[in-house]
């Protein structure tokens, strides 16, 4: 038994037992199904988020890479996806 599984016990709550979604592709395991649908639109559809400030158009993988260039390059914590 897990030691965060034993305290949940311990303080009378139950431990949550979650299922994992295996990508069909590359077999790596996500708790959700977002994730997995994320996971796939990503890494074997090639979905990439693009910057929409003007002259820029860098892509990148995730939602917090493209915020956090906004935030750095760009200056601004708008997001537009």
């Known amino acids: 038994m897990a030691e965060a599984d034993a305290r949940k016990i311990a303080l ?15 077999s790596r395991s996500l708790l959700s199904r977002q994730g997995l649908h994320e996971h796939i639109r990503v890494e074997h559809q090639g ?6 400030v003007k002259g820029c158009g860098k ?16 200056k ?5 996806i």
Do not use: M, N
Not at 12 to 26: D, E, F, N, S
Not at 47 to 52: A, E, L, N
């Open 47 to 52: 979905f990439r988020y693009c910057c929409k």
């Open 12 to 26: 009378g709550l139950k431990p949550i037992q979650r299922k994992a979604l295996v990508c069909l592709t590359c």
């Open 59 to 74: 892509e990148f993988k995730g939602r917090s890479e493209l915020r956090d260039h906004t935030k750095q390059k760009h």
């Open 76 to 80: 601004t914590k708008d997001l537009e």
